[in-house]
């Protein structure tokens, strides 16, 4: 069984930056894929983000330049450096874990971007 447990989210006016945080336990093997996905209102859910056991990243193009996805293997923790946050930004980031084939999802946390 795993269990990611979000942290970091919040209100923020645009141009502002927040750090999302992830922290991983129970069964993580060492080969896996990190990442954030969000949600808003009335949208489908979007991979924001993430990142390889081996250090590789995807971002989507609308955060390029924006935003920052990191690991660290020894807390199984992501992180993602939000900065210059636009008001489309605003929604429920979900933290995402998969391994061998499974997918795994946090609790998500809200991200509110005001203009």
């Known amino acids: 069984q795993v269990q990611l447990v979000e942290s970091g989210g919040g209100l923020v006016q645009a141009g502002g930056s927040l750090r999302l945080s992830c922290a991983a336990s129970?069964?993580?093997?060492?080969?896996?894929?990190m990442g954030w996905y969000r949600q808003a209102p009335g949208k489908q859910r979007e991979l924001v983000a993430n990142?390889?056991?081996?250090?590789?990243?995807y971002y989507a193009d609308s955060v390029k330049g924006r935003f920052t996805i990191s690991r660290d293997g020894a807390k199984n923790t992501v992180y993602l450096q939000m900065n210059s946050l636009k008001p489309e930004d605003t929604a429920v980031y979900y933290c995402?874990?998969?391994?061998?084939?499974?997918?795994?999802w946090g609790q998500g946390t809200q991200v509110t971007v005001s203009s």
């Open positions: 995402n874990l998969i391994q061998l084939g499974f997918n795994y």
């Open positions: 129970g069964s993580i093997f060492s080969i896996n894929t």
């Open positions: 990142i390889g056991s081996r250090g590789n990243t």
